[in-house]
């Protein structure tokens, strides 16, 4: 099951991983089933078993994945916190191919591969960098998001440990910008060309349409809207490519990450009080309305979903999981 789920990716077009507004705009809430009491979605869960074992945690000190994502040939690409290489490349059936990046983070967090099958990675550290890679760890692009300084200044801790306080996450547009989620210093969305030109930022500290407490994921829908996932907010808003608010799905609680499949469907890492020690869950829902469809057991942080159906996700215990939904 495992080695047909991984060949069966496609070109990243093909899969979703792991939304300042004015009077008279809609705002679309999420509907049906809520989040917490949603349906269990029945599948098979499992563990990419790789080899050799994924590098051990520095000092003893417990492996996190925080995220993966999957290439056009099927290579898994996880980044990983308190190794010494934080980016591995697995091929499929398991085998570690590649590890590299000593010394670029002081906190990994975000990794995607681009319609290009280049790669990307955020540092959520006080240096708050973006990477662009080649598939073999060749350095492409630095976005150092320092350099710009937020209009709307946050000051706002959502975690004890100060070292947060960088770019999250990371998507692609059609026209080949790229928007970075830059979530725990800051409070906004910041917007680059294709070739690391500084283009806009939206978003401020606080609950209302395009504010932000924490935007932690960030994806580009079928139609070119930006979705955001708001941590803090328990929320997906939904932005124009420019910045211009215009919906948001609310669920409650925390909800730390979106992309979208090439089945009409979007998932999202959600957890809630009722997680009692699971890394929590992720959601299945509409991609037009947000209604929630069914849920299961999984790692909210980042998800990677493959045009079969197939999710993965990486653990707060260092592994890949791997769950197939039920035909």
Known sequence: MMRRSLASVRHRTGIAVAVAGCCGVLTLAAQGPGASDAPLI??????????PPLEESVAGQQRYISAVDV??????YAIQRLVKNPITVIAPGGKVIASWGEGL???????????????????????SRVYKFTRAGERLLLLDLTRYAPRHPNTERFVADETFKGATDVAFAPNGHVYVSDGYGNARVVEFDAGGTFVREWGEPGKGPGQFRLPHGIAIGP???????????????????????????????QLYSVD????????????????RGLDGWILKADATTGRVQGRFPGPVHFVALAPSGAVFGGTTAGKVQLFTPAP
């Open 42 to 51: 029945a599948g098979a869960q499992s563990v990419l078993s790789t080899m």
């Open 260 to 275: 979208f499949g090439s089945r009409g469907d979007v998932y999202m890492g959600y957890r809630d009080a009722s997680s």
């Open 223 to 253: 139609g070119g809207n930006v979705y955001v996932a708001d941590r803090e907010n328990g929320r997906v808003q939904r932005f124009t490519p420019e910045g211009k608010y215009v919906g948001e799905w609310s669920y409650g609680n």
């Open 105 to 127: 983070f002081d906190l990994p967090h975000g990794i995607r591969v681009d319609p290009q099958g280049n790669l990307w990675a955020t540092d959520a550290g006080p240096r």
């Open 71 to 76: 290439d056009g040939s099927g290579n898994v």
